[in-house]
Nanobody, 123 residues
Framework: QVQLVESGGGSVQAGGSLRLSCAAS????????MAWFRQAPGKEREFVLA???????YYADSVKGRFTISRGNAKNTVYLQANSLKPEDTAVYYC?????????????????WGQGTQVTVSS
């Protein structure tokens, strides 16, 4: 079992930046694909970006060039650097982990989830 805890959400104006963190605990002696999803009010949870076991990355088109995912040195922390934020980025952001070997954009591929952190971008 893996427990995930997100932090770093908040409120910013359009054009601003935030750095979200996801700390994993529990069975962290193996590698996981880590991803961030987000869910806006009244909408389905959607894929944002992911980092693979070999540190390959994959981004949703909506965040390419603005968001970056990276792992910490200890490998049990993942970061989402969000720049040039837009009001449409407003959502609860969730960290997720999977033991699959390939990056996946489906929520069903990730058995482990954090509780979420709110990001609000005002115009």
């Amino acid at each position: 079992q893996v427990q995930l805890v997100e932090s770093g959400g908040g409120s910013v104006q359009a054009g601003g930046s935030l750095r979200l963190s996801c700390a994993a605990s529990g069975r962290t002696n193996r590698s996981y694909v880590m991803a961030w999803f987000r869910q806006a009010p009244g909408k389905e949870r959607e894929f944002v970006l992911a980092i693979g076991i070999g540190d390959s990355t994959y981004y949703a088109d909506s965040v390419k060039g603005r968001f970056t995912i990276s792992r910490g040195n200890a490998k049990n922390t993942v970061y989402l650097q969000a720049n040039s934020l837009k009001p449409e980025d407003t959502a609860v952001y969730y960290c997720a982990a999977s033991t699959f070997l390939v990056l996946d954009t489906r929520t069903s591929a990730y058995p482990y989830w954090g509780q979420g952190t709110q990001v609000t971008v005002s115009s």
